[in-house]
């Protein structure tokens, strides 16, 4: 993939909180920023995508009515060896 040039201005504080986070992580400022906006992108995916999940299974649930009783089979006896 062909990689950009992005340039950023942050404060000198910022700047060696990054460097620091970097360097415990063994990782050089680039490796740290780029791994950071990548992970924070495929957050943004995933919480979007389980949302849209839940609203499914929400939906669905809506419909079934916890009150009835089974209308076949039955639950099998505590005695009752498993099949």
Known sequence: MATRMLSVRIDSETLESVKERAEARGMTVQEFVVRNLQRDGFHDRFMESA???????????????TNA?????????IDEEPL
Not at 51 to 65: G, I, N, R
Not at 69 to 77: E, F, I, L
């Open 51 to 65: 949302t849209e999940a839940l609203e499914v299974y929400y939906d669905a649930l809506s419909h079934v009515d």
């Open 69 to 77: 009783k089974p209308t076949t089979g039955s639950a099998p006896d």
